[in-house]
């Protein structure tokens, strides 16, 4: 028999030190990660995948601790030269970093799919637990602003997300298949539990539920999930979550991001956690259906995030 | 009236050496350069056009004079970090380098044609005389050897030129419309020569010269045109070209260069320019129906580009 399972759902730089400690307590066949893939993009050729390779280089040791991004020791000598030829150099492309857009463009462009490319780049960056794509169909991601629409690398990284947001879309999601091997997963009786790590709602983990059957099919497996908050007292750890929400008018809280998930995914979550910090909203987060779970949620060090890991893991009795 | 103009067709390495010499004794309004494109080809997902890209390093005074090819100064970050993922490294991509490359990517694939989009990068890299690649439609070299039918640039640089070579074929050569620049300039009153520079024949000038309708303009409009030999003394002095002509069963001589030149292009070639260390094949080369001119053509310091130059527009009488 299959051992028991965790499926986790993750966008980039949050959601990877959530992965990275469930990796710490979960060997490779316990644990498998679904990556969003709406804010992949086409970019002087390349075919950028951010979240994805931002969790190979989370899991791999190789991320850059000190600009939060990107690889560690890593030199800007083509962006430098891009920058000398008037190049659109807004989109910090590191001369290591550009190996894995080479090799990802190489490898879609001979025709193999989305999932065999990060299969095969996770296991070359000597990765062992199991990368998925949410699809190998590509998600564009639309960012409606007050600038008008703007594809979600220009909003996010161009314009440093200055925008105020009034909404995103999708492009091609709803056309787009679910990865099979994640829909095999939640379909099996090895999964024992669905890990929501504390990604952006809207640009990072909206995308993975809402693709087409995705949401039905966990709820139908009657799989445990929980979410962990990525708003703590009022703030993002990392990202714009909580610019977007003062902007999309809802109150920057953890409860307000369970209401996002009971209102568009009834019935999902069964714990909802959320920091120590907020835990006078517990009472009114257990009334949305889903139990608030209370712990520290700041992962600052490889103890954090094993302890916040390990905490998740309680929860769904693992 | 426009001034008189000199019209140049280069490959690579050895011709953008006279090309060189040409631009410093020829204003921008006075010379003007066609390029071989038919070893373009798209690697890892970029499109590379090697013959463009050494003359646009080597006018810009950018060239790598150790290497030989590529950019003074470079580094290898990125192509270090490909090998890591056991990626292709055989053409060999310094970081600088991909800047140019990222930046023609993006050009073409916003629908730019390659002759504006060199256009633009010749002058951000401050040359100032009009570089011409031969023509915006794609054509690919194949070479025939006795190991198959190898791409160009899996023949001469992933192999190094080792297979035996049998011939040569060119895709999409056929139906490529010749740069309209240059069929503007060869039907224009303003051009008062051509200069072949010392390229490979084969491989670097036939494909310019079979285009379409080029030889045909050339030889009606009676313009002068002078070829400097690519084979000094039995060897070439960069490249492969002696080694082809010995696997092709040719002499290995300045006087099978210029066969094959009077053998394809009948008529063509007013003066053929011979280091002096092959004077005495002078004589024969005149029964061929073109004048031999002997000179010293070997080109090491910026000097000897000069003195070449020089004597190839006295050839001109300009």
Redesign the interface.
């Known amino acids: 028999m299959d051992s028991a399972k965790i499926l986790a759902l993750t966008g980039g730089v949050g959601g990877a030190k959530l992965a990275l400690g469930l990796t710490d307590l979960l060997g490779e066949d316990q644990l498998e990660i679904v990556v969003n893939t709406a804010d992949d993009f086409?970019?002087?050729?390349?075919?950028i995948c951010p979240d994805i390779d931002t969790l190979l280089y989370t899991l791999s040791g190789k991320s850059n601790q000190q600009l939060g991004w990107g690889l560690a020791g890593e030199?800007w000598?083509?962006?430098?030269?891009?920058e000398?030829?008037?190049?659109?150099t807004w989109f910090r492309l590191?001369?290591?970093?550009?190996?894995?857009h080479?090799?990802r463009?190489?490898a879609l462009?001979d025709g193999t799919c989305l999932a065999q490319v990060t299969d095969n780049?996770a296991k070359?960056?000597g990765v062992q637990h199991s990368i998925h794509p949410m699809s190998d169909d590509p998600v564009s991601t639309l960012v409606h602003s007050d600038e008008g629409d703007l594809p979600f690398q220009h909003y996010f990284v161009r314009r440093q997300c200055a925008p105020a947001v009034t909404g995103f879309s999708f492009r091609g999601l709803d056309r787009a298949v679910v990865n099979p091997a994640v829909s095999e997963l939640i379909a099996s009786q090895s999964l024992k539990g669905v890990v929501i790590c504390p990604s952006n709602p809207f640009v990072s983990v909206d995308p993975i539920l809402r693709l087409p059957g995705f949401y039905e099919s966990l709820k139908a497996s009657h799989i445990p999930v929980i979410a962990v908050s990525p708003i703590v007292a009022g703030m993002a750890i990392k990202g714009p979550a909580a610019k977007m929400m003062a902007e999309l008018n809802m109150p920057v809280t953890a409860l307000a991001v369970a209401e996002h998930y009971a209102e568009h995914y009834p019935g999902l979550l069964n714990h909802f956690v959320i920091d120590q910090s907020d835990g006078t909203l517990a009472p009114v987060i257990n009334e949305l259906g889903m139990i608030a779970a209370t712990t520290a949620t700041i992962m600052k060090t490889r103890e954090d995030k094993r302890a916040l890991a390990e905490f998740v893991l309680r929860l769904l009795e693992i």
């Open positions: 086409r970019h002087l050729g390349l075919n030199s000598a083509a962006m430098d030269a891009l000398q030829l008037g190049g659109e590191g001369d290591k970093d550009l190996a894995t080479l090799w463009t190489q462009g780049l070359r960056m």
